[in-house]
């Protein structure tokens, strides 16, 4: 079986920091490209950054110099470092990576943890 696990979301005040991170586990040939998306009350769900093997990252406009995204090949981590955080970042944050199982690419998802700006 593979594994996405988040942690590190939590409730901050406006302008703070959290860190969030998500490891990956089971039985995994290797990891492609790795996210983040997050999806507010109410909204549609929407990239935040994005990590590939072999190209540079990517982040939506509304985080860009706020946020930054990093991983851990060997640990199978991905990390989102977040400052100055803003009352709209709140969101349920999650990660997303292409795996490949037995030969196959597929795409796995975690099971979100809560972020929330207060202000």
């Known amino acids: 079986q593979v594994q996405l696990v988040e942690s590190g979301g939590g409730l901050v005040q406006a302008g703070g920091s959290l860190r969030l991170s998500c490891a990956a586990s089971?039985?995994?040939?290797?990891?492609?490209?790795m996210g983040w998306y997050r999806q507010a009350p109410g909204k549609q769900r929407e990239l935040v950054a994005v990590?590939?093997?072999?190209?540079?990252?990517n982040y939506a406009d509304s985080v860009k110099g706020r946020f930054t995204i990093s991983r851990d090949n060997a640990k199978n981590t991905v990390s989102l470092q977040m400052n100055s955080l803003k009352p709209e970042d709140t969101a349920v944050y999650y990660c997303?990576?292409?795996?490949?199982?037995?030969?196959?690419?597929?795409?796995?998802w975690g099971q979100g943890t809560q972020v929330t700006v207060s202000s």
């Open positions: 089971g039985s995994i040939f290797s990891i492609n490209a």
């Open positions: 997303k990576a292409n795996i490949v199982v037995r030969g196959t690419m597929y795409l796995h």
């Open positions: 990590i590939p093997t072999g190209g540079s990252t």
